[in-house]
Nanobody, 122 residues
Framework: QVQLVESGGGLVQAGGSLRLSCAAS????????VGWFRQALGKEREFVAAISWRGGITYYADSVKGRFTISRDNVKNTVYLQMNSLKPEDTAVYYC???????????????WGQGTQVTVSS
C-alpha cells in the first residue's frame, strides 16, 4: 500500500510559480511511475504530467508543456511539480497518483493522494 500526500498548493498571482510535492509513505516509490492530475471546479479531472520511476521518461499535457516540470527524488520518496508562468486557468485541485510499471497519461493509477488546491489570480 502506498500513501500519497500532496503539499505546496496555495494562492499565487498570474505569472508566478509554485512547487508541489507528493510525498509517499508505506513503501518506497522505486518501481512506481507517478503522475500529476488536476480538477478544476465543475470540470473533469485531467492529466498534467507523469514521470517514470527512474525519472528518465516524462510526459506533459500540451497545456502545461514548457511551463511545468515534473521531477522526483527516490531517496526522499518524493515527486515534485514545478509550475512556472502560472495562469488563471491552472486553478484546480492537483492530485498525485502512483502505479507500478510504466508512466502513462491515462487515469490507470492505483494510488491517489487527497489533493492540494492551487489558485491563480489574474
Amino acid at each position: 500500500q502506498v500513501q500519497l500526500v500532496e503539499s505546496g498548493g496555495g494562492l499565487v498571482q498570474a505569472g508566478g510559480s509554485l512547487r508541489l510535492s507528493c510525498a509517499a509513505s508505506g513503501r518506497t516509490l522505486s518501481g512506481y511511475a507517478v503522475g500529476w492530475f488536476r480538477q478544476a471546479l465543475g470540470k473533469e479531472r485531467e492529466f498534467v504530467a507523469a514521470i517514470s520511476w527512474r525519472g528518465g521518461i516524462t510526459y506533459y499535457a500540451d497545456s502545461v508543456k514548457g511551463r511545468f516540470t515534473i521531477s522526483r527524488d527516490n531517496v526522499k520518496n518524493t515527486v515534485y511539480l514545478q509550475m512556472n508562468s502560472l495562469k488563471p486557468e491552472d486553478t484546480a485541485v492537483y492530485y498525485c497518483a502512483a502505479k507500478w510499471g510504466a508512466a502513462t497519461m491515462s487515469f490507470d493509477y492505483t494510488y491517489w493522494g487527497q489533493g492540494t488546491q492551487v489558485t491563480v489570480s489574474s
